[in-house]
C-alpha cells in the first residue's frame, strides 16, 4: 500500500461493500456487531434495520415501540409504568434497555425489592404492601398480564359467591376484606336503628340478594308477640330503633285518646280480635268494662258520667253540683244503689227523706213525714233538733239535761206518760201515800227540792203541834187520785183518847193542837 492509497483504503472498502450484494450487505453488519442480541431479540440479529435505524436515534426508539405496542399505547395514552416515566416520549428507549449483551442478559433490569409500584396503575394500598410480588405475578406471564380487579385474585375467598358480581371494591377495601363499606342506605332498603348493626346474612340467608322481602313480618314473624292478630303492618307501631319501644301514639293516630291507666294498658288488653284491621273494639265504656259494672246495667251506659279513666273505683260524678240534691254528712257515704235500686234513666227519687228511710221511721209516722225538723245528715241520733218546748210536757230543770230515753222508752215518743209517777214510781218515798200528784210539791230542779204549803193548798191548816208531824204520820194508806182525809181529831187520835169516845168525836171542843194536855173547856 503506497502513500496514494494508505487513508482512503477503508472508505473504499466500505463502498465496495455497499456496492455488494444484500446478503453480503447483513453479513458485513453482523461482523460489525458489538455482541450478540438477547434471546428475544434473536431472531432479528441478522435484519439491523428492525431496531436501527442510520443516521437518526429518534427513530430508532420509534422502531422499538413499532415492535412493542402496547408499551407504545401506554405512552400514549400515559398510563402504565412506561407512561408514566418522564422524557419517554423523546424515543430514549436505550436508556434503560440496551442489546447486544448476550442471549441471557437482563436488558429489563427489574429490581422486585426497590420497585416502586406506585408507577404503575395499580398502586399498592393497605393489605397489599405487603403481600409477596408472586402473589399477583405469576410465573410465565409478564408483569402487565396481571389481572387489576379484585375478582381475578379473591375468586376464590367469595363468600357470595359470585352473586353479587365481580365490582368487590363496591363493598370492600384494601385494608381488611371482612371491613365492607357498601352503602346500604343506596339501595331501596336504606338501614336505619338496629338494622345498621345487624349482619347481612340475617337478612340475606344463603346470599340471596335479589327478591329480598321488605316486609317486617318476614323477618320479624317469631318476634311477633300479638300471635298475628295485629296483622304485617309493623311498621305502623313499631321501628328499627327499638322493637320493644312502639312508637304508634294512640292520641294522635287515632280517635279514641288514651288517657289514665288506659296510656298503662297493654294493646291486647283491648284489641282481643284475629285481626286489629277488621275489627276495632267499641268506643263505649261498656264494650270492654261490661263485666265491671257492680250496677248490672241498671245506670246505663254512660260510664263516663260517673267515672274516669283515672280510677273505675273513684267516680267523677258531683252530686251537689249535678244534681238538684247536694249531699250533706253521712248521705256521702251512702252508695248510689243504697237509693237508685232501679234504671237511673228511668226512675226519678223524691227528695224527701221519708221517701227513702221510712223503713227507718222508728216513730211509725207519729211524727209525720219531716224528717229534717228534728234530724240532720250527719246522723239520726246526732244533735237532734227538737223543741221540746213546744210539746205538751216542757222540758226544764234536770229534765232538760235528761236523756230522751230515759222518759221515751221506745221510738213512739207521743206513747210517753205526762204523770210524773209514770216515770218516778221507784222514787216515790211516800209509797203513794200523797198521791200520784208529784208536781203539787216537787218541781224538775231536784227531788229534794219541794215546798208545799198545806194551809192554803187544803182545807186543812196545820197549827200548833201539827207543823211538826210527818206527812206519814197522818198519810198511811196509798190514794189513787185525790187524798180524802176526814179533819176530826177522832179519826187519827182514836187510839190515844183515854175518854175512850165518852166524850164524842170533836176533840177541839177541850183539846188545841199544841198539846192534849193543854185542856181548854168550851160550854
Same mark, same amino acid.
Given at each position: 500500500?503506497? $502513500?496514494?492509497?494508505? /487513508?482512503?483504503?477503508?472508505?473504499?472498502?466500505?463502498?465496495?461493500?455497499?456496492?455488494?450484494?444484500?446478503?453480503?450487505?447483513?453479513? %458485513?453488519?453482523?461482523?460489525?456487531?458489538?455482541?450478540?442480541? @438477547?434471546?428475544?431479540?434473536?431472531?432479528?440479529?441478522?435484519?439491523?434495520?428492525?431496531?436501527?435505524?442510520?443516521?437518526?436515534?429518534?427513530?430508532?426508539? =420509534?422502531?422499538?415501540?413499532?415492535?412493542?405496542?402496547?408499551?407504545?399505547?401506554?405512552?400514549?395514552? !400515559?398510563?402504565?409504568?412506561?407512561?408514566?416515566?418522564?422524557?419517554?416520549?423523546?424515543?430514549?428507549?436505550?436508556?434503560?434497555?440496551? *442489546?447486544?449483551?448476550?442471549?441471557?442478559?437482563?436488558?429489563?433490569?427489574?429490581? =422486585?425489592? #426497590?420497585?416502586?409500584?406506585?408507577?404503575?396503575?395499580?398502586?399498592?394500598?393497605? $393489605?397489599?404492601?405487603?403481600?409477596?410480588?408472586?402473589?399477583?405475578? !405469576?410465573?410465565?406471564?409478564?408483569?402487565?398480564?396481571?389481572?387489576?380487579?379484585?375478582?381475578?385474585?379473591?375468586?376464590?375467598?367469595?363468600?357470595?359467591?359470585g352473586r353479587l358480581g365481580k365490582k368487590c371494591q363496591k363493598c370492600h377495601n384494601e385494608q381488611r376484606w371482612t371491613k365492607a363499606r357498601f352503602d346500604h342506605d343506596k339501595t331501596d332498603f336504606p338501614l336505619k336503628g338496629k338494622h345498621r348493626k345487624t349482619a347481612c346474612n340475617s337478612c340475606h340467608p344463603r346470599e +340471596?340478594?335479589?327478591?329480598?322481602?321488605? @316486609?317486617?313480618?318476614?323477618?320479624?314473624?317469631?318476634d311477633d308477640e300479638h300471635n298475628n292478630h295485629y296483622g304485617h303492618k309493623c311498621q305502623d307501631c313499631h321501628s328499627a330503633k327499638d322493637w320493644k319501644k312502639t312508637h304508634f301514639n294512640h292520641d294522635k293516630d287515632t280517635k279514641y285518646r288514651l288517657t289514665g291507666k288506659h296510656a298503662k294498658l297493654g294493646c291486647e288488653?283491648?284489641?282481643?280480635?284475629?285481626?286489629?284491621?277488621?275489627?276495632?273494639?267499641?268506643?263505649?265504656?261498656?264494650?270492654?268494662?261490661?263485666?265491671?259494672?257492680?250496677?248490672?246495667?241498671?245506670?246505663?251506659?254512660?260510664? +263516663?258520667?260517673?267515672?274516669?279513666?283515672?280510677?273505675?273505683?273513684?267516680?267523677?260524678?258531683?252530686?251537689?253540683?249535678?244534681?238538684?240534691?247536694?249531699?250533706?254528712?253521712?248521705?256521702?257515704?251512702?252508695?248510689?244503689?243504697?237509693?237508685?235500686?232501679?234504671?237511673?234513666?228511668?226512675?226519678?227519687?223524691?227528695?224527701?227523706?221519708?221517701?227513702?228511710? +221510712? /223503713?227507718?221511721?222508728?216513730?211509725?209516722?207519729?211524727?209525720?213525714?219531716?224528717? #229534717?225538723?228534728?234530724?240532720?245528715?250527719?246522723?239520726?241520733?246526732?244533735?237532734?233538733?227538737?223543741?221540746?218546748?213546744?210539746?205538751?210536757?216542757?222540758?226544764?230543770?234536770?229534765?232538760?239535761? #235528761? /236523756?230522751?230515753?230515759?222518759?221515751?222508752?221506745? /221510738?213512739?215518743?207521743?206513747?210517753?206518760?205526762?204523770?210524773?209517777?209514770?216515770?218516778?214510781? $221507784?222514787?216515790? %218515798?211516800?209509797? =203513794?201515800?200523797?198521791?200520784?200528784?208529784?208536781?203539787?210539791?216537787?218541781?224538775?230542779?231536784?227531788?229534794?227540792?219541794?215546798?208545799?204549803?198545806?194551809?192554803? +193548798?187544803?182545807?186543812?191548816?196545820?197549827?200548833? &203541834?201539827?207543823?211538826?208531824?210527818?206527812?206519814?204520820?197522818?198519810?198511811?194508806?196509798?190514794?189513787?187520785?185525790?187524798?180524802?182525809?176526814?179533819? #176530826?181529831?177522832?179519826?187519827?187520835?182514836?187510839?190515844?183518847?183515854?175518854?175512850?169516845?165518852?166524850?164524842?168525836?170533836?176533840?177541839?171542843?177541850?183539846?188545841?193542837?199544841? &198539846?192534849? *194536855?193543854? @185542856?181548854?173547856?168550851? =160550854?
Amino acid at each position: 500500500m503506497n $502513500a496514494h492509497t494508505g /487513508p482512503w483504503l477503508p472508505v473504499m472498502l466500505a463502498l465496495m461493500l455497499l456496492s455488494s450484494a444484500g446478503s453480503a450487505y447483513g453479513s %458485513i453488519k453482523t461482523l460489525m456487531m458489538p455482541g450478540e442480541l @438477547i434471546k428475544g431479540h434473536a431472531k432479528y440479529e441478522s435484519n439491523c434495520s428492525k431496531c436501527h435505524a442510520q443516521f437518526s436515534k429518534l427513530k430508532q426508539s =420509534r422502531l422499538c415501540l413499532d415492535c412493542h405496542k402496547k408499551v407504545a399505547r401506554d405512552i400514549t395514552r !400515559k398510563q402504565g409504568y412506561h407512561g408514566r416515566i418522564t422524557g419517554i416520549a423523546d424515543g430514549e428507549c436505550k436508556r434503560c434497555h440496551t *442489546d447486544h449483551k448476550g442471549r441471557s442478559a437482563d436488558i429489563v433490569r427489574l429490581d =422486585r425489592e #426497590t420497585f416502586n409500584h406506585k408507577h404503575t396503575d395499580f398502586v399498592l394500598q393497605g $393489605a397489599h404492601t405487603i403481600i409477596p410480588c408472586a402473589s399477583c405475578h !405469576k410465573q410465565g406471564h409478564r408483569y402487565r398480564e396481571s389481572p387489576s380487579d379484585c375478582y381475578s385474585c379473591h375468586k376464590k375467598k367469595d363468600i357470595h359467591r359470585g352473586r353479587l358480581g365481580k365490582k368487590c371494591q363496591k363493598c370492600h377495601n384494601e385494608q381488611r376484606w371482612t371491613k365492607a363499606r357498601f352503602d346500604h342506605d343506596k339501595t331501596d332498603f336504606p338501614l336505619k336503628g338496629k338494622h345498621r348493626k345487624t349482619a347481612c346474612n340475617s337478612c340475606h340467608p344463603r346470599e +340471596q340478594y335479589k327478591k329480598v322481602t321488605k @316486609i317486617c313480618y318476614d323477618c320479624h314473624r317469631l318476634d311477633d308477640e300479638h300471635n298475628n292478630h295485629y296483622g304485617h303492618k309493623c311498621q305502623d307501631c313499631h321501628s328499627a330503633k327499638d322493637w320493644k319501644k312502639t312508637h304508634f301514639n294512640h292520641d294522635k293516630d287515632t280517635k279514641y285518646r288514651l288517657t289514665g291507666k288506659h296510656a298503662k294498658l297493654g294493646c291486647e288488653d283491648c284489641h282481643h280480635n284475629d285481626d286489629i284491621y277488621k275489627k276495632k273494639p267499641g268506643k263505649l265504656c261498656t264494650s270492654c268494662h261490661h263485666n265491671d259494672d257492680e250496677h248490672r246495667g241498671r245506670y246505663g251506659k254512660k260510664c +263516663q258520667d260517673c267515672h274516669n279513666t283515672r280510677s273505675w273505683k273513684k267516680p267523677r260524678f258531683n252530686h251537689d253540683k249535678d244534681t238538684d240534691y247536694p249531699l250533706h254528712g253521712q248521705h256521702k257515704k251512702v252508695r248510689c244503689d243504697a237509693c237508685h235500686q232501679g234504671n237511673l234513666y228511668k226512675e226519678k227519687l223524691s227528695s224527701d227523706c221519708f221517701s227513702c228511710h +221510712q /223503713p227507718d221511721d222508728v216513730h211509725h209516722g207519729q211524727e209525720g213525714k219531716k224528717c #229534717t225538723r228534728c234530724h240532720n245528715e250527719r246522723g239520726w241520733g246526732k244533735k237532734v233538733v227538737f223543741d221540746h218546748g213546744l210539746t205538751r210536757f216542757p222540758l226544764i230543770g234536770l229534765h232538760a239535761a #235528761t /236523756p230522751c230515753e230515759e222518759c221515751h222508752l221506745d /221510738p213512739a215518743y207521743k206513747g210517753a206518760a205526762l204523770a210524773c209517777n209514770r216515770c218516778h214510781q $221507784a222514787d216515790d %218515798i211516800h209509797k =203513794r201515800t200523797l198521791g200520784p200528784h208529784c208536781e203539787q210539791c216537787h218541781n224538775p230542779n231536784g227531788w229534794d227540792l219541794w215546798r208545799f204549803d198545806h194551809d192554803t +193548798q187544803t182545807d186543812y191548816k196545820l197549827t200548833g &203541834a201539827h207543823k211538826k208531824v210527818a206527812c206519814i204520820d197522818c198519810h198511811k194508806w196509798p190514794v189513787k187520785d185525790k187524798i180524802h182525809l176526814s179533819p #176530826t181529831c177522832g179519826s187519827c187520835h182514836g187510839s190515844d183518847d183515854p175518854h175512850q169516845g165518852g166524850f164524842g168525836r170533836h176533840c177541839e171542843r177541850c183539846h188545841n193542837t199544841d &198539846a192534849f *194536855d193543854h @185542856i181548854t173547856f168550851i =160550854r
